[in-house]
């Protein structure tokens, strides 16, 4: 398993990323005008109560010691406490990243099932009227912004046809499944168009390749030669693809947590941003950004397992 | 060795031996276009009998591929199809069969093998996967039962280690290597016909060797009929009991090997074996006296290869080792090897591509010491060809545009000068300065290859390295770029560096030799010295791998072995071992 080596060592290649981001995100979230302190107290606080506010969280000393501070409290495990929720901001994360990592696997996993059949009959079909569809529906698919599909399908499947709830999150399993179609779809509409076109691209190089040619020669049937010998090929470009995009689909959750009201990390980081909360900014962001790296990691792991060829 | 398992489907009828094979009469296939149908083969009949091999040979457009895709029912749809004619398998009309039945033939009963082993064979799946798959395409065994057979089929090309080979990848395996799994694959069901279109063309010459020794074992062995589609007249030669010699679709001449060699009754024919490099052809020719205008000393090129966690180099692609030889004003110096000997890259450090240590020095400069102004000024002087003209020519220049590139890079002349200089250049080459608003895709391989000559020509330069130049070209077309190439050299006085794996041509064209063998040279002298004279066994074993062009040669009886070169990738700090070269007398150096 020498080829799977790179998974022990890889993470270590992770801290020098993870400590740039740190740098990054904690000096952008301070460029963000106005004063946490007055925000928190509200305008007419006093001086006084302002400075204790300020001394309560670190804020009156200089950058580079609060940057100590945070990297002093992220080694403990910690980091910072929100000046809005009163809480430590790692529990607080801990408690919105649920609705966020199911929305992003929704999103993905109906992507897929969207995209691969769709991607397949495409391309098997290469020219014709079904290929035709598919093309004009996925062309359309990354012209519509998120926000807008998701509208339009609480407007259809809630309101007209009030066969999924309208918003919000839900307590059992099946309630929460129920409550992440919607968004889920979408996240996938315009995740699988990007993913459709992509496949069916490598799908139509396949069909015409040499491998599927001599793969016919051998007597194998149309289906056989298309699913053992064109997929898997198509596959492993399009695994780099879904990565970047999930990076993309992280912060984009911002916007679909909105419209579908989910108690999600996307709300929380709008509502940071809003009241200043440093410590909350922070935290989402390196989450984020935690994700992303992990994300490509596993499309790294997942590359390695379909590609014999590939070496980390 | 599995010569002992039963034959399966074939040859079981009593008057199987009279009945061909394979017959096709009057086969017409034809491409739809926007204009109508036009045809890409039309009336070829010719009958296959059972364990004959049957070359259909031609240059590329004859026909020939496709004749083999009509006859395996796999002509791309909807476009290409069969207009005409019938394709009997025994008894089994092929032309009308039903998809699903053809398919159940397709592998079982016809097979076929392909150029490029590279890309014939999926990359994600094992090799021991794919043979099972091939078997249990046709035979309802299960999966031990596949595997096995898969095992036996890969003992039967002769592959070392089969067991281990089941379980790794394509990549994993040499190129002759997988031609192998590809026999085995197309042999396992123990076929009728098997048709081999190109087999040896991507393989080097001594691998090319082996494959073809063992089609002829396995033929005799199983009785299978072979068609075997080529443009090389040498494994024609070696290969084929009857020939058909197609050209632009049509079949100009048909008959036994010796007949077809010796007594070719069509010009085509003639004009084809005309043109074939012939081994002991090359005219004996006076040594150039010059000076040299390129001077290699212990040249070496290195490759890190970098991993691990930080990045530090683990070890190291040795691609040039030790290299020294002078080029003369005026001469034809051929490099030769087999892939992989450094060759090409001894070319690309000369014009500066790659980083090398050691000293190249050209018309008395040396390349590592100059500066960014020296070395553009340099580069007047050495110019490049390489085998692909396509990929060298931008498709979306004007080929007045390309070959006024390299003046307008070293800001020479006026635009009306250059424009002038550019006919001028096209005529020098046998095009037409009428042509230079055309684009490269608007013309044949040959043509383009003239092209990208004219453009190294622009420069007046005194050295052309040619590296593989005429390799991608058919063998009519070869002879006239390898004709055009001496002429300029003998009118502009052109030193010529000609990189090429084809012994024949290379002892038809070059004035002095050296032989490479991962990355050092092995024997190096005139053409007659080293041709006449081999010493050392490596540069023996290439000559006697080609195949000679002549069905009545014999081939002295050599050890026939499996032999892998070895990596030229080394640890840090370890490396090849250095070869010495010594004087065997008159500047003929071999190494020790």
Redesign the interface.
Known sequence: MHRYRFVL?RP??FLPVLFGISVITFVLVRLIPGDPARILLGTRATPTALARIRAQYGLDEPMWAQYLYFLKNLASGEMGRSTLYKIDVLPLIATRIEPTLALVTMGVLLSLAIAVPFAAISARRQGRAADQAVRVVSTLGIGFPPFWLGLVLILLFSVTLGWLPVSGYGETLGEKISHLILPGLTVALSLSAVLTRSLRAGMIAGI????A?????????EN?VFW??VV??AL?PTVNLLAVNIGWLIGGTVGVESVFALPGMGQLLVRGIFSRDYMVVQGVAMTFAVATVLVNFLADIVTVA????VKL | MSGAAPLSGAASAPDADALPALTVEGLEVSVRTEAGLRPLVSGLSFTLARGETLAIAGESGSGKSITSLAI?G?L?PPAVRITGGRIKLGRTELTDLPEGRM??????RV??I?Q?PM???????TIGTQLA??IR??ETVSKAEARARALEALRSVRLSQPERRLDQ?P?ELSGGMRQRV?IA??LALRPEVLIADEPTTALDVTVQREVLDLLRDLQRELGTAIILITHDMGVVAEMADRVIVMRDGRMVEEGRATQIFTEPRADYTRALLAAVPRMGAGRGRPPVEAEPIARLSDLQVRFDLKG??LGRTQARVHAVEHVSFDIRRGETFALVGESGCGKSTIAKAMVGLVPHEGRIEIGGQTLGTLDAAGRKALRRRVQIVFQDPMAALDPRMRIGDLIAEPLVIHGIGTPEERRARVGDLLTRVGLSPAQMERYPHEFSGGQRQRICIARALALRPELIIADESVSALDVSVQARVLDLLAALKREFGIALLFISHDMAVVENVSDRVAVMYLGQIVEMGTRDQVFGNPQHPYTRRLIEAVPVPDPLHQRPPAPRLAGEIPSPVHPVGAGPERVRLADVGAGHLVAG
């Open positions: 060592f270590l290649q015409h390749s040499d491998v040619t001599a793969a016919r020669a051998r007597g194998l049937s056989a053992r010998h898997p090929n492993v379909l590609d014999p060829r | 395996m796999l791309p398919r159940a033939i397709r592998g079982d097979a076929m392909f490029e890309t014939s064979l999926n990359p994600v799946l798959e091939a395409a046709h990848y990549h590809m694959m197309a691990g966690l």
